[in-house]
């Protein structure tokens, strides 16, 4: 074999392992606003995302060592089909951790046995958000946390109907530091610029199939009915900012589709909170 052949061969061998590298990642995000309470400088969230009852090697471990002081799960921690329980296990295991938040993905609300699933949640020792606002405080400071339903419909202007309508449910007070999870990245454009500084989301599996630079290029067939496109997605991975509102996208750590994740790490995110 030539040089040339043997070089791309090793090229290619070692371009497969890097994009079929499944270990945890764990990705670090500072956010400062002036918005945010002294009390709370330094405040550590753990987000998870889109877990499908899978098995993720190291998942606790990591959340542990980051040491969080709430953790957040933005939907589809189990899917729509078989046990949900590895899902409640590990919510009973990250509210030793920390308190936990968590709201519905689509793969959770198509469930036949939805509000069994919610129940043995909360029975976990978790919050769950549905269409509702709640007060995290530190001493006599205070921030808002918001978590809304899956809107799922077939059809794109009643998926967009449905956000709304969870949205219009919440008690937002824009001169506070008021935190949104919500399962669909995809529908940033219609949930922004309504008062939340932060938005944390997933649902996107981070393109699943992403280049070595890191754009996504494929939608989850579920993100169909709302203005996305099977190809390169608009939103599908990282940070992305509109007129002081911040949405972090998680791209998720299990994989619910036959075709596998490439360049495209299992991830949970840190996010630390400071005041300017």
Not at 21 to 36: F, G
Not at 162 to 172: F, G, K, M
Not at 198 to 218: D, E
Not at 233 to 244: A, D, L, S, T, V
Request: hydrophobic letters at 40%; one cysteine or more; aromatic letters at 8%.
């Amino acid at each position: 074999m030539g040089f040339i052949k043997k070089l791309a061969l090793t090229a290619g061998i070692a371009l497969a392992v890097k994009g079929l590298d499944m270990r945890l990642e764990v990705v670090h995000y500072r956010l400062s606003s002036k918005k945010l309470p002294k009390e709370f400088d330094g405040l550590r969230i753990m987000q998870l995302s889109d877990y499908h009852s899978d098995t993720v090697p190291g998942l606790l471990e990591a959340v542990r060592s980051e040491e969080p002081d709430l953790i957040f799960t933005t939907g589809d921690m189990a899917d729509d089909k078989g046990s949900y329980l590895p899902a409640v296990r590990l919510f009973r295991q990250l509210a030793e951790i920390a308190p936990v938040f968590a709201i519905s993905g689509n793969h959770e609300v198509w469930r036949n046995d939805y509000e069994e699933f919610v129940s043995d949640v909360i029975s976990a020792g978790v919050t769950v958000l549905r269409d509702e606002t709640v007060i995290i405080s530190c001493g006599d400071a205070e921030i808002t946390l918001s978590g809304i339903e899956d809107p799922f419909s077939r059809d794109g202007l009643t998926m967009k109907r449905n956000v709304r309508a969870s949205l219009d449910r919440l008690s937002i007070d824009k001169s506070m530091y008021n935190i949104l999870l919500f399962h669909r990245a995809n529908m940033f454009d219609t949930i922004r610029g309504r008062g939340f500084d932060l938005i944390l989301a997933g649902h996107m599996h981070g393109g699943q199939f992403r280049l070595p630079t890191g754009r996504g290029l494929v939608s989850p067939k579920s993100s169909m009915g709302s203005d996305n496109t099977l190809l390169f997605p608009k939103y599908f991975g990282g940070r992305y900012e509109h007129n002081g509102t911040t949405m972090l996208v998680n791209r998720g750590l299990g994989n619910p589709m036959v075709i596998p994740r490439l360049f495209n790490r299992p991830e949970v995110t840190l996010i630390t909170l400071h005041c300017k």
